[in-house]
T-cell receptor
């Protein structure tokens, strides 16, 4: 059973606009969440994370929002750039040692 | 410089013929993971090592085994590959630091089974 879900397989956004990628989870024990970015022919690379004690974490153009009551998190990219085109994976952990991943959202930023 | 290196990048094997995938790391991390990712699916954890302690996921088939001879290397052995084992296999490492546990991934090995 998929505990982490990314219901949008793909997203297209104009350069300079905001990209919003969404992720839902079912396990209320998850206490740490991450976003990974993956380019073709490369492994996923860590982008940003958030602990369950926070509801927002910001790093430059990237902000992750966590809504624990809704079991939902989102990644905002502002402004979006063509180099942001990649597959984005959401991941969650309950123990700090095992992570559950979503199926990914492929973002295309149109110049 | 690549910190988690997987070899080979592409592996073709025959149905039932044992195959070994390798992973090495220069990060000196305590934890090493093997994930299986099939097309359009989420990476699925097969097992992980915390130092020399092996942790198998409950639903990982017995066909999949792993070895970690030292901190730097970890191997995935598929004893009798079936067509359903064709997938991308990702190795990852992490240094367990409380709640902040970022995983560093290799580029993966794509396994084809003929």
């Amino acid at each position: 059973d998929q505990q982490v879900k990314q219901n949008s397989p793909s997203l297209s956004v104009q350069e300079g606009r905001i990209s919003i990628l969404n992720c839902d989870y079912t396990n209320s024990m998850f206490d740490y969440f991450l976003w990974y970015k993956k380019y073709p022919a490369e492994g996923p690379t860590f982008l940003i994370s958030i602990s369950s004690i926070k509801d927002k974490n910001e790093d430059g153009r990237f902000t992750v929002f966590l809504n624990k009551s809704a079991k939902h998190l989102s990644l905002h990219i502002v402004p979006s750039q063509p180099g942001d085109s990649a597959v984005y994976f959401c991941a969650a952990s309950a123990t700090g040692n095992q992570f559950y991943f979503g199926t990914g959202t492929s973002l295309t930023v149109i110049p | 410089d690549a910190m988690v290196i997987q070899n080979p990048r592409y592996q073709v094997t025959q149905f039932g013929k044992p195959v070994t995938l390798s992973c090495s790391q220069t990060l000196n991390h305590n934890v090493m993971y093997w994930y299986q990712q099939k097309s359009s699916q989420a990476p699925k954890l097969l097992f992980h090592y915390y130092d020399k302690d092996f942790n198998n996921e409950a639903d990982t088939p017995d066909n999949f085994q792993s070895r970690r001879p030292n901190t730097s290397f970890c191997f995935l052995d598929i004893r009798s590959p079936g067509l359903g084992d064709a997938a991308m296999y990702l190795c990852a490492t992490s240094r367990l630091q409380g709640a902040k546990n970022i995983q560093y991934f290799g580029a993966g090995t794509r396994l084809s089974v003929l």
